[in-house]
């Protein structure tokens, strides 16, 4: 099975910038990745979209609480994502967790913005953002 490894997380300043990676592999095996998503999740609320990206075609999604300070990337030979983080205010304190999607799942409707879409998670990096 795809396993995703997170690292990138810390503590910062409001104003600081921060770089998320989320390295897939599978022991060996192959497989294929048909995107990669990054969600949120702040004490007491539900795990939210922040950015995602189709593995292929490079296409990019944001929400709209991070669109022009977020930037979502990804190496394909590498299999890693990567999400950077500028102008990182308090709201964004959260753990954040990588989701990929290994069943082609989120090539239909809007389902890259749903968790739904994503069948392998990372264990979560926490983000701290302090005033």
């Known amino acids: 099975q795809v396993q995703l490894v997170e690292s990138g997380g810390g503590l910062v300043q409001a104003g600081d910038s921060l770089r998320l990676s989320c390295a897939a592999s599978?022991?060996?095996?192959?497989?294929?990745?048909?995107?990669m998503g990054w969600f949120r999740q702040a004490p007491g609320t539900e795990r939210e979209f922040v950015a995602a990206?189709?593995?292929?075609?490079?296409?990019?999604y944001y929400s709209d609480s991070v669109k022009g300070r977020f930037t979502i990337s990804r190496d394909n030979a590498q299999n890693t994502g990567y999400l950077q983080m500028n102008s990182l205010n308090p709201e964004d304190t959260a753990v954040y967790y990588c989701?990929?999607?290994?069943?082609?799942?989120?090539?239909?409707?809007?389902?890259?913005?749903?968790?739904?879409?994503?069948?392998?998670w990372g264990q979560g990096t926490q983000v701290t953002v302090s005033s």
């Open positions: 989701a990929a999607d290994t069943r082609k799942s989120t090539v239909y409707g809007d389902s890259i913005f749903d968790k739904y879409g994503y069948d392998r």
């Open positions: 599978a022991s060996g095996q192959t497989f294929r990745l048909y995107a």
């Open positions: 990206v189709s593995w292929f075609g490079g296409s990019t």
